[in-house]
T-cell receptor
Framework: NAGVTQTPKFQVLKTGQSMTLQCAQD?????MSWYRQDPGMGLRLIHY???????DQGEVPNGYNVSRSTTEDFPLRLLSAAPSQTSVYFC?????????????FGPGTRLTVT | DQQVKQNSPSLSVQEGRISILNCDYT??????FLWYKKYPAEGPTFLIS?????DKNEDGRFTVFLNKSAKHLSLHIVPSQPGDSAVYFC??????????????FGQGTTLQVKP
């Protein structure tokens, strides 16, 4: 049971380049989400999904795309990277319940855009 | 518009003493509150939570208090240990009818417990 895995751990991009951050979970969780962590800002929700084929925007969705073709995977795409997207990105997953908000986080991807 | 605020960026306490971390929120629709702990180069890990129908929840050395009228919650750690040194995030969610469990996080408070 690997939990939530993210690849890569580190990435450096030039402005305008595209890339996909990978996220996978093996806990059969319906809910998956992407956050970015910036100094003094906490974690901000980018996109989330409540099941395969269903995605929605969070607080800061601009510049990012997501898709959810399987329960296990939830990749985050940057189509044209900008320096403002330099951040640490965390993927999280949880069961979709009415009472528990506990989410399991991956180890993070540190992205630098130059 | 920060719906969840942790106004103290850092806190330093002596080992064995109590650590009190505070969190304020503005959205009265929040009905579930959580605390996460984060070590450097790792993802956040769930620590403790509380439903809005309660005012206190305990788990070992960790207790969370909720004051709905003041829209304030706090995390008490007693006794504090050096291994508790980490960044602590407060988070809130509003399930309502959507049941999505989206979490809104505060900015985090860095706790240092000195031996």
């Amino acid at each position: 049971n690997a939990g939530v895995t993210q690849t890569p751990k580190f990435q450096v991009l030039k402005t305008g380049q595209s890339m996909t951050l990978q996220c996978a979970q093996d806990m059969n969780h319906e809910y998956m989400s992407w956050y970015r962590q910036d100094p003094g800002m906490g974690l901000r929700l980018i996109h989330y999904s409540v099941g395969a084929g269903i995605t929605d925007q969070g607080e800061v969705p601009n510049g990012y795309n997501v898709s959810r073709s399987t329960t296990e995977d939830f990749p985050l795409r940057l189509l044209s990277a900008a320096p403002s997207q330099t951040s640490v990105y965390f993927c999280a997953s949880s069961y979709l319940t009415g009472v528990s908000g506990e989410q399991y986080f991956g180890p993070g991807t540190r992205l630098t855009v130059t | 518009d920060q719906q969840v605020k942790q106004n103290s960026p850092s806190l330093s306490v002596q080992e064995g003493r109590i650590s009190i971390l505070n969190c304020d929120y503005t959205n009265s629709m929040f009905d579930y509150f959580l605390w996460y702990k984060k070590y450097p180069a790792e993802g956040p890990t769930f620590l403790i939570s509380i439903s809005s129908i309660k005012d206190k929840n305990e788990d070992g050395r960790f207790t969370v208090f909720l004051n709905k009228s003041a829209k304030h919650l706090s995390l008490h750690i007693v006794p504090s240990q050096p291994g508790d040194s980490a960044v602590y995030f407060c988070a809130a969610s509003s399930h309502g009818s959507s049941n999505t469990g989206k979490l809104i996080f505060g900015q985090g408070t860095t706790l240092q417990v000195k031996p």
